[in-house]
T-cell receptor, first 112, second 113 residues
Framework: GESVGLHLPTLSVQEGDNSIINCAYS??????FIWYKQESGKGPQFIID?????DKRQGQRVTVLLNKTVKHLSLQIAATQPGDSAVYFC???????????FGKGTKLSVKP | KAGVTQTPRYLIKTRGQQVTLSCSPI?????VSWYQQTPGQGLQFLFEYFSETQRNKGNFPGRFSGRQFSNSRSEMNVSTLELGDSALYLC????????????FGPGTRLTVL
């Protein structure tokens, strides 16, 4: 069935390194994708989004890349910090009503 | 501007009981969505409300219901609780449609014994 999934359930990086979190999606009709960060005991926090008519969008220390050809989404975090440790979810917006379909999540651990 | 607030933060119930959770959206936001988060199923969409009307519904049984008030505050109700209903229930608000950026509250942790 259609789904949004993540390639890796866990990712461990050294402080200061760059992190790349990947996500695959299967619905080519989706027109909006969002990355959320969820820290322990908190709700998901919006990081960055991208529309399907774009292939790259940059924020503060984060970049999202969208490859529609292979239906792949990635989140790049530059100079990863201990405060970046969290679970990261990609979410796909489907349909005119726009409810979010979430992937399973990737846990990012940053080693000092 | 205050964020999305949810009450209560923690709740313990027993099987067969019913529960009501509350969500206050960001001021000016009119769309409120509810999600269930469990370790096994991840984040799953429950329903979305806009202008006191349910606009969209996920694949959950009828025991899960909700409503929205004229001030955009929303409640969700779960009747005849089951053990499997133990989860983190998250509320998210957006300005007009759920396809606008959704901002989440801290969630209500429901434990069913």
């Amino acid at each position: 069935g259609e789904s949004v999934g993540l390639h890796l359930p866990t990712l461990s990086v050294q402080e200061g390194d760059n992190s790349i979190i990947n996500c695959a999606y299967s619905n080519s009709a989706s027109d909006y994708f969002i990355w959320y960060k969820q820290e322990s005991g908190k709700g998901p926090q919006f990081i960055i989004d991208i529309r399907s008519n774009m292939d790259k969008r940059q924020g503060q220390r984060v970049t999202v890349l969208l490859n529609k050809t292979v239906k792949h989404l990635s989140l790049q975090i530059a100079a990863t910090q201990p405060g970046d440790s969290a679970v990261y979810f990609c979410a796909e917006v489907r349909g005119s009503q726009g409810n979010l379909i979430f992937g399973k999540g990737t846990k990012l651990s940053v080693k000092p | 501007k205050a964020g999305v607030t949810q009450t209560p933060r923690y709740l313990i119930k027993t099987r067969g009981q019913q529960v009501t959770l509350s969500c206050s959206p960001i001021s000016g936001h009119r769309s409120v969505s509810w999600y269930q988060q469990t370790p096994g199923q991840g984040l799953q969409f429950l329903f979305e409300y806009f202008s006191e009307t349910q606009r969209n519904k996920g694949n959950f049984p009828g025991r899960f219901s909700g409503r929205q008030f004229s001030n955009s505050r929303s409640e969700m109700n779960v009747s005849t609780l089951e053990l499997g209903d133990s989860a983190l229930y998250l509320c998210a608000s957006s300005s007009t449609t759920a396809s606008d950026t959704q901002y989440f509250g801290p969630g209500t942790r429901l434990t069913v014994l």
